[in-house]
DNA sequence: GCGACAG
DNA sequence: ATCTTGTCGC
C-alpha cells in the first residue's frame, strides 16, 4: 500500500510513545467523506499462544448490512500489548488484510479506541491516518476518562471525559448491556461517529460489521482458511493507488 | 508511591 | 486477546 503517513514498524515503546504525538497532529475529527455505501468492521485475533496475529476486515453494503467480502491476513506478532500502544501490535496484520479487498470500504468501524486515547490516537485513528479511510473506534471496555450514568436504552449516551476534553462516547447499543465507547477515527465527528454505530447495530450489543470480523478473526477454523485465501485471489486486489486518493 | 490499563 | 463449563437473568 502506498501510504501517505508510512513509517517504521520496528519501534521500541518510548519511540512508539513519541510517532503517536507526532501523527496525531494530523488526525482531524470533522466529518470529512461523501456518500458511504460500504462500512467494513476491522478486528484482530491470536493463534499459537499469540506469537501468530490474524486481522480480520468484513465489508458491509450501508445501509443494508449484507456482508459484500471478507478477507484475513496472518503473520508473526511482533510487538507486545501494552495499554495505549495496541496499533504497534495490530495494525501491521490489518493493512495486509485490507491489501487484498477488491472493495475499497467507504467507512472503516475498528475494534478499540479512536481519539479516546491518552494521547487521543487510538488504533481507530492510526488506521484511518494510514489508510485516509474515515474511521471509527468502537470499543468494548474503556481506558481513559469518566462518563456520567447512561439511560437503559438503545441510543442513549453520554459524553467520555478526559483532562477537561470530551474525548468519545459511552453509547448504550442494547438494554441491560454494558455501554460501547465510541470516538472519532480520522475524518469523522463525533456525533457521527455515533450515527453510523447505531445504524449499523441490529439487535446484538455490538454492530453487525464487528460482529462479522470478530467472527473471522476469532471462530474461522484453519480448514476454512484456505478457502477464503482462494476467493481472495480470484480477481486483482485492491491497487496502492485506489487507498490514499484525498 | 499506588492504582488503572483498548485488545 | 486467550485459556475454558456451566449457569444466572431478561
Not at 69 to 86: D, M, S, V, W
Not at 112 to 141: E, M, W, Y
Not at 146 to 171: C, S
Request: charged share 20%; aromatic share 6%; net charge negative.
Amino acid at each position: 500500500m502506498d501510504l501517505h503517513h508510512q513509517h517504521d514498524w520496528n519501534l521500541t515503546p518510548e519511540e512508539a510513545i513519541a510517532l503517536q504525538q507526532s501523527l496525531q497532529q494530523a488526525v482531524i475529527t470533522l466529518d470529512q467523506f461523501q456518500s458511504i455505501d460500504t462500512v467494513a468492521g476491522v478486528d484482530v485475533g491470536f493463534e499459537d499462544a499469540g506469537h501468530t496475529t490474524r486481522a480480520a476486515v468484513a465489508v458491509l453494503s450501508f445501509p443494508g448490512l449484507q456482508l459484500q467480502e471478507q478477507t484475513i491476513a496472518r503473520r508473526p506478532t511482533t510487538f507486545p500489548y501494552i495499554p495505549g500502544l495496541l496499533s504497534f501490535r495490530e495494525v501491521p496484520a490489518v493493512l495486509d488484510a485490507l491489501e487484498k479487498l477488491h472493495i475499497l470500504p467507504d467507512l472503516l468501524l475498528c475494534d478499540g479506541q479512536g481519539t479516546a486515547h491518552p494521547r487521543r490516537f487510538g488504533i481507530a485513528c492510526h488506521l484511518g491516518l494510514l489508510t485516509n479511510i474515515p474511521s471509527i473506534g468502537v470499543a468494548k471496555s474503556l481506558l481513559v476518562g469518566n462518563h456520567a450514568d447512561i439511560l437503559d436504552e438503545k441510543g442513549a449516551w453520554q459524553p467520555l471525559q478526559h483532562k477537561g476534553e470530551t474525548i468519545g462516547a459511552a453509547l448504550r447499543t442494547r438494554p441491560k448491556t454494558k455501554p460501547l465507547y465510541i470516538s472519532p477515527g480520522h475524518r469523522v465527528s463525533l456525533e457521527t461517529a455515533i450515527d453510523y454505530v447505531l445504524r449499523c447495530t441490529t439487535k446484538y450489543r455490538l454492530p453487525e460489521t464487528t460482529r462479522f470480523a470478530h467472527k473471522l478473526a476469532s471462530e474461522t477454523p484453519a480448514s476454512e482458511l484456505e478457502k477464503l485465501e482462494k476467493k481472495q485471489a480470484m480477481a486483482t486486489p485492491l491497487e496502492s493507488e485506489q487507498l490514499n486518493l484525498f
